[in-house]
């Protein structure tokens, strides 16, 4: 498979193997795609300090936070000049219809590419997106373009944010299992970018202002019999009393950024257990895993991630370096790092996990090799 780029508490579930269930379902061809406008973070910070800081004068405490992030470029379906002026929420939305569709093309055709097949061959696709509101939703705007059948099986998730690139490829899983032999697209949109506010200056909206940026992966399952990683089961974990840690306040003028400044710390404390629960729910140990693929949420979410694990400092070089180039892009990043893990001729077992609303961790066992 060559990659196609455009650019806790015990389970209540009895253990079971990695790979469960009479159907194999393997991943047939992965595909990412960025929109147009490149954001270096040095002209992102020229342009958030000619915006903010005239009505902030606390902005530049918080300006070493665009040199400390990792990130040296993000991607966005808009070109700076378009943030310069106040947004209202129907202008965003606008903009995220008409980038994400985009978006959702190019990250499927580069997908399709990939397993060798049309769009007419998709029996299913899942759609994973959180940044904007589509009705119809995107897979049906792109479907004429595309070539999809008019029997295809279009399910939309909607809501889980970072953590939606495993849940939502955890979900194709499934339905491809549930369906014998048949073909399932996952593509995982998010326009990040556009909830950039020029109208107050929380820690957050910096912190997302340094992070974000916009792309799509796609992903093309096939059940049965075939070559590429085999996936095995996806397992979550929610914890209690968590839900005001991450996600969106939906508000006048877009949405708006809530990110606690404790998801560092909780994911050291928090992660390793629940890694412990998935893998146990999925019949594997933390020694049988040869490769943690993980959603880069910021640097010091990778490194607490890598302390809660026990793996050196450095280990999860991959996802750094997709949080280098991209940014932060929400779900579509996990899958964007297992495509240059797979690039590498990584085999063995790997285990994908993303934090994400709810205050959620996916898993979802692969096997290459």
Request: glycine content about 10%; some cysteine; proline content about 7%.
């Amino acid at each position: 498979m060559n990659i196609r780029h455009i650019p806790a508490p015990a389970s209540a579930h009895a253990p079971r193997r990695a790979h469960d269930g009479p159907v194999p379902v393997h991943l047939a061809g992965l595909g990412t795609a960025l929109p147009p406008h490149a954001l270096p973070q040095d002209e992102v910070l020229d342009h958030a300090r000619r915006i903010l800081a005239p009505k902030f004068p606390q902005f530049e405490r918080l300006v070493p936070a665009f040199t400390t992030a990792g990130v040296d470029c993000r991607h966005s379906v808009a070109p700076f000049e378009w943030f310069e002026t106040p947004r209202t929420w129907p202008e965003r939305n606008a903009l995220y219809m008409t980038g994400a569709r985009q978006l959702f093309i190019d990250a499927a055709r580069a997908a399709l590419d990939d397993a060798g097949l049309e769009a007419r061959e998709v029996d299913t696709v899942v759609t994973v997106s959180s940044t904007g509101i589509a009705t119809p939703t995107l897979d049906a705007q792109a479907a004429q373009e595309l070539g999809f059948r008019t029997d295809l099986r279009r399910v939309p998730l909607f809501g889980l944010g970072c953590a939606g690139g495993v849940t939502g490829l955890a979900t194709a899983r499934m339905l491809a299992a549930a369906d014998p032999g048949s073909t399932v697209l996952m593509v995982a949109v998010e326009t990040c970018s556009l909830s950039f506010r020029s109208d107050r200056l929380r820690k957050a909206d910096i912190i997302a202002t340094v992070l974000f940026g916009d792309g799509a992966a796609a992903a093309v399952l096939r059940s049965g019999d075939g070559d590429g990683p085999r996936l095995g089961m996806g397992v979550e974990h929610r914890w209690p009393d968590t839900l005001d840690i991450m996600g969106w306040s939906v508000e006048e003028d877009g949405l708006g950024v809530i990110f606690d400044r404790s998801i560092p710390g909780f994911a050291r404390a928090e992660f390793r257990g629940a890694v412990d629960t998935a893998l146990k729910t999925a019949g594997l140990t933390i020694d049988q895993i040869d490769r943690f693929v993980c959603h880069p949420g910021g640097t010091k979410v990778v490194h607490a991630i890598e302390a809660a694990l026990d793996l050196a400092d450095g280990t999860l070089d991959a996802e750094r370096d997709v949080l280098r180039r991209a940014g932060n892009m929400s779900a579509p990043t996990v899958l964007f790092v297992l495509g240059d893990v797979l690039k590498r001729g990584t085999t063995g077992q790997m285990m994908l996990g993303a934090l994400g609303p709810g205050f959620t961790a996916s898993f979802l066992p692969i096997t290459v090799g």
